[in-house]
């Protein structure tokens, strides 16, 4: 889809276009106005690149007031917003329509807040995900979600979409991590929800914004919540010689409580694409992958590895690996964070589904997967993430 049809009524906001602009430069500064389409391109589409729709015009504002004024503007004039942060989202939720103002908050990139004594973090919007952890990691503390994009996205973006990563099962998505936010509303209200501590009271207002895209305010400030790092964290890399082997042996890992801080598996068509595009060190001659990660003290890593290392031969585990560094660890992780553009290797296009699974289903429904992959000819890559 190249143009998306308008119905007539909206073709009014596109006639106004130019005293759009003119009275936007009485709000914020003209360089930050963008209008022209070679200006406007970039921001066409997401990650996703299905679809693209250049936005009527796109406004970079600096300060909280420019938005709360944007957003005033635009609810009286009745003219559409759609919100933006880094552009890595894979659902669609920054798209612009052709008849709206997109508003770009890359400009709102600054972490203001560090505060030790209530472990937490205070950042505008875009900044990224990764840039949190880096900005406390010498004090021997980080932000536990990571999305696989957590390099380039945005800390609103996460907001919006209730982003998670390798590490939900343990820890938790960004709502199980999020304090606070500032949001300017459509009307130009500026709120805070939430603070500097969980459960405030009152309605959880917090919760609500969470994962709603952008559609019910613009987040301006982030609160997060930050973890001291774990004494002891290792990871095992599991080869399999049948997908059912992996997915019984993710299932016991569950059943018995152990809680990995991270557990994914991969199939061979993505353990075979990652290696060569990061080469991890995955074993080549499975057909399916299982990455374990268990933190705590050294003690009670300990014994979760005897623990995970038991279960795994008895689901006739062909290799095993343990970690012998941090650099390691994160190198075992490093292919499946790659699973994405190491797709992108394998064909000029490929489409990117998420779907939910009950565990004692993962190999029934792999299996029929590859079946139908070999049906119509369509190769498919699978990385599977279980929750509890």
């Not at 209008?35 to 504002?61: C, G, M, N, S, W």
Request: proline share 5%; charged share 25%.
């Amino acid at each position: 889809m190249t143009n998306l049809q308008m119905p007539k009524v909206e073709k009014s906001i596109l006639s106004m276009k130019d005293k759009i602009v003119s009275d936007f430069e009485n709000i914020i500064d003209r360089k930050n106005i963008l209008f022209h389409d070679d200006e406007i391109r970039p921001y066409e589409t997401d990650a996703l690149a299905a679809y693209k729709q250049k936005p009527l015009l796109v406004v970079l504002p600096e300060t909280v007031e420019e938005v709360s004024k944007i957003l005033k503007y635009c609810n009286e004039h009745k003219i559409k917003v759609v919100p933006r942060g880094a552009g890595t989202g894979l659902s669609g939720g920054s798209l612009p329509l052709a008849d709206c103002v997109l508003l770009g908050m890359g400009k709102f990139n600054k972490i203001l807040e560090i505060d030790y004594k209530n472990k937490c973090v205070v950042a505008q919007p875009c900044v990224t995900n990764l840039a949190i952890t880096h900005a406390v990691q010498d004090n021997k503390f980080y932000y536990a979600p990571d999305p696989s994009s957590q390099l380039a996205c945005s800390i609103g973006g996460n907001v919006a979409e209730n982003s998670g990563g390798v590490h939900s099962l343990k820890y938790g998505t960004t709502t199980n991590n999020l304090l606070g936010l500032e949001v300017v509303l459509m009307d130009g209200t500026v709120v805070k929800l939430g603070g500097k501590t969980f459960d405030s009271d009152g309605y959880d207002l917090l919760g609500l914004m969470t994962g709603s895209e952008g559609l019910l305010g613009v987040i301006t400030e982030v609160t997060v919540r930050i973890l001291k790092k774990p004494e002891v964290t290792k990871g095992a890399l599991i080869g399999f010689p049948t997908i059912e082997d992996g997915g019984n042996c993710v299932s016991e890992i569950i059943a018995q409580g152990i809680i990995p801080a991270g557990m994914e598996m991969m199939d061979k068509a993505l353990i075979h694409a990652t290696e060569k595009f990061v080469k991890a060190g995955y074993p080549l001659n499975v057909e399916a992958m299982l990455i374990v990660e268990l933190d705590g003290t050294q003690s009670e890593v300990d014994e979760l590895i005897k623990k995970v290392e038991t279960i795994a031969k008895k689901n006739n585990s062909k290799t095993l690996k343990i970690s012998k560094s941090d650099e390691e660890r994160l190198r075992f992780w490093a292919g499946r964070k790659a699973a994405f553009p190491a797709c992108g290797e394998m064909a000029p296009d490929y489409y990117c589904m998420d779907g939910t699974i009950p565990r004692g289903k993962l190999a029934e429904v792999l299996n029929e997967i590859s079946r139908l992959s070999k049906k119509y000819k369509l190769p498919v890559a699978n990385a599977l993430m279980p929750y509890l």
